[in-house]
Nanobody, 124 residues
């Protein structure tokens, strides 16, 4: 059974940085198409970044140039480096994965494995 565990969330001031981690177990991460999503209460979950097994990454326009997704397959871990954080980046961040080729890496529906989330709070 595939499990995803996020960590690295916290509280920072505007302009600061955080690095989120998503540790996968139950399967080799190199087989997984993975993504980062975020969601605030009362809002839909939105895609932030996608990372496929071929090394291609996709980003939402709102985070391009500030966020970087990377993976360390030896550690079975996906990362999200978040720089120049803004108060509007405040959300619960989730890691997601699927073993199926994913043509829509920023959409929720292709993913069938999800982590429990980690909170990111950015103060002005």
């Amino acid at each position: 059974q595939v499990q995803l565990v996020e960590s690295g969330g916290g509280s920072v001031q505007s302009g600061g940085s955080l690095r989120l981690s998503c540790a996968a177990s139950g399967i080799t991460a190199s087989r997984l198409h993975m993504g980062w999503f975020r969601q605030a209460p009362g809002r839909e979950r939105e895609g932030v970044a996608g990372s496929d097994v071929d090394g291609q990454t996709t980003y939402a326009d709102s985070v391009k140039g500030r966020f970087t997704a990377s993976r360390d397959n030896a550690k079975n871990t996906l990362y999200l480096q978040m720089n120049s954080l803004k108060p509007e980046d405040t959300d619960m961040y989730y890691c997601a994965a699927t073993i199926w080729r994913n043509h829509y890496p920023l959409r929720v529906s292709p993913y069938n494995y999800w982590g429990q989330g980690t909170q990111v709070t950015v103060s002005s």
